[in-house]
């Protein structure tokens, strides 16, 4: 157990619809992140929050959006959802913005999303 | 061109086996390299971590790094059922002020009895 909490675990919705995806960081981690799986695209990263404020930006789409709450937990909102939208969702935790020496980030267990 | 390649497999291996995992990577600027495992329906864990070309090893595994060729590996030796999963190989420019990890699309090892 990685210490990292998601919820849903599953959810299924239709095209056009919004979700949002919740995520409660490793106690003691300031810095959350989003990341998206697919077969195809493998794990690309969404966004990074650290204590609060946003860090860093990839992949997001413009109808997707993030916040960090004050209790550091996260949420992902997904809007006018697609059929390719379909995928597994991953909220990561570290300590740093960096990740510590190593880089490490520690994954929740996701959300998987089927957009029917 | 993706930045990172990893082939998808699924490999099989029988026990016991040495399994050789691989990536190959294009930005040159990346510095950090790690492993992550991935069992099924859980999210990745970090299971080797390295920042120089050469060797590191733990225990039954070993990461290889060749920033010359942008080539990176990891072995398992004396492979075990347990080790059945998805490994993704990960890099990292390392900015200082956010770690945004570029993973390989994962190789899908099997190792049966």
Redesign the interface.
């Known amino acids: 157990d990685s210490g990292v909490t998601q919820t849903p675990k599953h959810l299924i919705t239709a095209t056009g619809q919004r979700v949002t995806l919740r995520c409660s960081p490793r106690s003691g981690d300031l810095s959350v992140y989003w990341y998206q799986q697919s077969l195809d695209q493998g794990l690309q990263f969404l966004i990074q929050y650290y204590n609060g404020e946003e860090r860093a930006k990839g992949n997001i789409l413009e109808r997707f959006s993030a916040q960090q709450f004050p209790d550091l937990h996260s949420e992902l909102n997904l809007s006018s959802l697609e059929l390719g939208d379909s995928a597994l969702y991953f909220c990561a935790s570290s300590v740093t913005p960096s990740g510590g020496t190593t880089g490490e980030l520690f994954f929740g267990e996701g959300s998987r999303l089927t957009v029917l | 061109q993706k930045e990172v390649e990893?082939d998808p497999g699924p490999l099989s291996v029988p026990e016991g086996a040495i399994v050789s995992l691989n990536c190959t990577y294009s930005n040159s600027a990346f510095q950090?390299f790690?492993w992550y495992r991935q069992y099924s329906?859980?999210?990745?864990?970090?299971l080797m971590?390295t920042y120089s070309s050469g060797n590191k090893e733990d225990g039954r595994f070993t990461a290889q790094v060749d920033k010359s060729s942008k080539y990176i590996s990891l072995f398992i030796r004396d492979s075990q059922p347990s080790d059945s999963a998805t490994y993704?190989c990960?890099m990292?420019l390392?900015?200082?002020?956010?770690?945004?990890?570029?993973?390989?699309?994962?190789t899908r090892l099997q190792v049966t009895l």
């Open positions: 990893q950090y790690m329906r859980k999210g990745p864990e970090l971590y993704l990960a990292s390392n900015t200082g002020t956010a770690s945004k990890l570029t993973f390989g699309t994962g």
